[in-house]
Nanobody, 118 residues
Framework: QVQLVESGGGLVQAGGSLRLSCAAS????????MGWYRQAPTKQREFIASFTGDGGTNYADSLKDRFTISRDNAKNTVYLQMNNLKPEDTAVYYC????????????WGQGTQVTVSS
């Protein structure tokens, strides 16, 4: 099994920045891809950004100018730097990983709340 733990959420004023972290832990796993999603109230979960299996990155077009994904492979940790935050960025932010143990599993963190005040 793989556990994902997010941190770094909170309350920020519009125009501010936050950096989210997601650390993967467990035993005997290999990360295939890792990234971020978010879900606002009454809306579907939305893709933000991810690292692909070959080390490349994917971004949602609407967010790539303000959000940046990075990682520390030694720590099995990915980060999401969010700049110029807007009230519409308010959501629960989830970390996602596809990891191989004895099979390729799809794992989610518990989520971290980001609230942007106007």
């Amino acid at each position: 099994q793989v556990q994902l733990v997010e941190s770094g959420g909170g309350l920020v004023q519009a125009g501010g920045s936050l950096r989210l972290s997601c650390a993967a832990s467990g035993s005997g796993f290999t990360i295939k891809s890792m990234g971020w999603y978010r879900q606002a109230p009454t809306k579907q979960r939305e893709f933000i950004a991810s690292f692909t299996g070959d080390g490349g990155t994917n971004y949602a077009d609407s967010l790539k100018d303000r959000f940046t994904i990075s990682r520390d492979n030694a720590k099995n940790t990915v980060y999401l730097q969010m700049n110029n935050l807007k009230p519409e960025d308010t959501a629960v932010y989830y970390c996602n990983a596809k990891a191989f143990t004895t099979y390729v599993g799809n794992y989610w963190g518990q989520g971290t709340q980001v609230t942007v005040s106007s």
